[in-house]
Structures are given as structure tokens and as C-alpha cells.
């Protein structure tokens, strides 16, 4: 299976539903942040990896790296569980990456409305 076929996107979906349901309803550490999304499923074509992207919508910068030491040490049991819900050959090491993307869009955001309103100011004072 080539990395980016058909199957191999079919496989990163469904393991990225069944993560979600996983570590939502399944997972009780209090160091994973409630906002925690998974924002992207990457399962090697032969199916002994999955790099799992983590991002948070909390304002705290360590709620990110919190989030990642809580799913690292439940790694055992998500693994098994996702073992449980998908039907693959085998089931992949798990890797939580953090993803700062969301907080990188959020802040060029920000920054492009401050430079847009003290762009407004300096058209308003001539």
C-alpha cells in the first residue's frame, strides 16, 4: 500500500474516528486538556506506525504538552482499544505529536487585525 492511496487515506480516517471516541469517552487523565483535538492521522503503509497530531484550543501554552504526557502514558490502553475497534492486520505503535498550527493561524489572526486597525488610525489622524 503507497502512502497517500485511497486505502491508506481510508485507514488514517477511520483510525482517527476510532482515536477520538478512545481517548473522549475511554481516557480519564486529568492532564489531557477537555478542548484537545486530533487534527491529523498519519498511519505508515505497512502499518506499524501512526503518527497522531494533538492540538488544544486552551490559551495555556503547557496545556499542549500536558495533554501529550497524559495520552503517552495511556498509550498502552488506547493502543489496545483501537486493537479492539479496528479490523487491521496489525495494530500500530502510537505517537502523539503536538500540533501548534491552530495557535500559529490564531496569532496571524491577531496580529493581522492590529496592524489593519492601526492601519485605520493612521488613514483617520490625516
Known amino acids: 500500500m503507497k502512502k497517500g492511496s485511497i486505502k491508506n487515506n481510508r485507514i488514517n480516517g477511520e483510525v482517527m474516528r476510532a482515536l477520538s471516541v478512545i481517548i473522549r469517552d475511554g481516557v480519564k487523565d486529568p492532564r489531557i486538556d477537555p478542548l484537545f483535538s486530533i487534527t491529523k492521522v498519519e498511519v505508515t503503509p505497512d502499518l506499524?506506525?501512526?503518527?497522531?497530531?494533538?492540538?488544544?484550543?486552551?490559551?495555556?501554552?503547557?496545556?499542549?504538552?500536558?495533554?501529550?504526557?497524559?495520552l503517552k502514558h495511556a498509550e498502552g490502553y488506547i493502543r489496545r482499544e483501537l486493537a479492539h475497534t479496528v479490523n487491521?492486520?496489525?495494530?500500530?505503535?502510537?505517537?502523539?505529536?503536538?500540533?501548534?498550527?491552530?495557535?500559529?493561524?490564531?496569532e496571524m489572526s491577531r496580529k493581522i487585525d492590529e496592524l489593519l486597525k492601526s492601519s485605520e488610525e493612521t488613514r483617520s489622524e490625516e
Open 48 to 70: 506499524q506506525f501512526c503518527k497522531v497530531h494533538i492540538s488544544t484550543m486552551s490559551e495555556d501554552e503547557q496545556s499542549l504538552d500536558r495533554t501529550i504526557e497524559g
Open 88 to 106: 487491521l492486520r496489525k495494530t500500530p505503535e502510537l505517537q502523539f505529536v503536538p500540533d501548534r498550527s491552530i495557535e500559529y493561524a490564531i
